[in-house]
């Protein structure tokens, strides 16, 4: 991947499904690099294991950009 202040990573979290988008760039109209999609998003308890989800589910892009 790119330079970690280049690379945000953005979580569009629904009711049934999570979404995470691995982008890019500093204009209004990054590039993404790549997606992930959490399913059953309705069904985590509580924010502490959202966040849990989070991270495990975009670990490989956290390990790249650090």
Do not use: Q
């Amino acid at each position: 991947m790119n330079n970690a202040s280049d690379v945000v990573i953005i979580a569009d979290w629904g009711n049934s499904h999570g979404r995470l988008y691995c982008v890019v760039g500093d204009s209004l109209e990054p590039k993404v690099l790549e997606r992930t999609r959490i399913v059953g998003v309705k069904n985590i308890p509580n924010a502490r294991n959202a966040r849990v989800e989070f991270i495990t589910a975009a670990s490989d892009w956290i390990k790249n950009i650090l």
